[in-house]
């Protein structure tokens, strides 16, 4: 679905819903996991801006959950990434 400099988007469909997954590797140098921890409190601060404020905006991604996990990349997820015709900035699986 998208990319950045340190992580891939992959776009999850069920007839019910639709999710965003984002993936970081933080096998390089310039992902360091105080970059991480600040990217997941400014993403909760957001997701208070979806339903919990007097001001709030449907618009905003609703954040489910935070994982990390370790180990190889999952082969459904490579093969996504491998059918995406753009070009790749981000890393390879």
Known sequence: M???SCAELFKLSTKQTNIILKIIVVEY?????MNLLAEVKIFKCLNKLRNESRNYCMNFCELKR???????FPS???????ADPS??????P
Not at 29 to 33: F, Y
């Open 2 to 4: 998208g990319e950045s």
């Open 29 to 33: 140098d310039h992902v360091s996991l």
């Open 66 to 72: 935070v994982l990390m996990v370790r180990g190889e």
């Open 76 to 82: 459904l997820l490579r093969e996504a990434w491998e």
């Open 87 to 92: 070009d790749s900035y981000a890393f390879d």
